[in-house]
């Protein structure tokens, strides 16, 4: 089985409750794992990925909002796994 990596503004690019607490943050993380692991890595993060979320590629052009980066996680092959699990979460600034 393939790995899949890039890097996305992780969790300020998932839409989230506007007064979650850190406990429903942590949650929807592992929703947001478990979505990947069962479902697949595009379908997990159509559902999660904010509108203006940005998916920053080593190297590559920013690729800019939702349908943008998950058309192009579509091609990601069907057996590529994303798993995770959150080990903490801390509040900064304002939400």
Known sequence: MRMFFCAITAL???TLPVWAN???IMNIDRAFARMSM???IADAFDH???DDAV???GGSHPQVGHSTIITGMRQIPEDATLDWEPAGWQSRGIR
Do not use: I, P
């Open 55 to 57: 998916k920053l590629d």
């Open 22 to 24: 850190d406990e429903e």
């Open 12 to 14: 300020s690019a998932v």
């Open 48 to 50: 999660y990925l904010s």
């Open 38 to 40: 069962d479902q697949g």
